[in-house]
Nanobody, 115 residues
């Protein structure tokens, strides 16, 4: 059973930063890749960033240069460093892990960017 728990969300002003964490139950090196998704109010869920087993990363165009995904295998955790936040980044952010052809999901954490 894979459990993913996100944390680090909150309310910030435009231009500020937040770091989200996604802690897995057990080693994250067993996952082919791990992902951060988000779903804003009235919007479809979108892929924000992902990191593969080998450390390859990729980002949505809307967050390139502002967000950074990373992993700490020793802590079984991935992170999403979000800088220069904008109001349009407001969303529920969820992490996901791919293993054996199945995707596992966390419960999500709310990020609100507002002045």
């Amino acid at each position: 059973q894979v459990q993913l728990v996100e944390s680090g969300g909150g309310l910030v002003q435009p231009g500020e930063s937040l770091r989200l964490s996604c802690a897995a139950s057990g080693s994250i090196v067993r996952f082919n890749a791990m992902y951060w998704y988000r779903q804003g109010p009235g919007k479809q869920r979108e892929l924000v960033a992902f990191i593969t087993y080998s450390g390859f990363t990729n980002y949505a165009d809307s967050v390139k240069g502002r967000f950074t995904i990373s992993r700490d295998n020793a802590k079984n955790t991935i992170y999403l460093q979000m800088d220069s936040l904008k109001s349009e980044d407001t969303a529920v952010y969820s992490c996901s892990a791919l293993m054996g052809g199945e995707n596992y999901w966390g419960q999500g954490t709310q990020v609100t960017v507002s002045s």
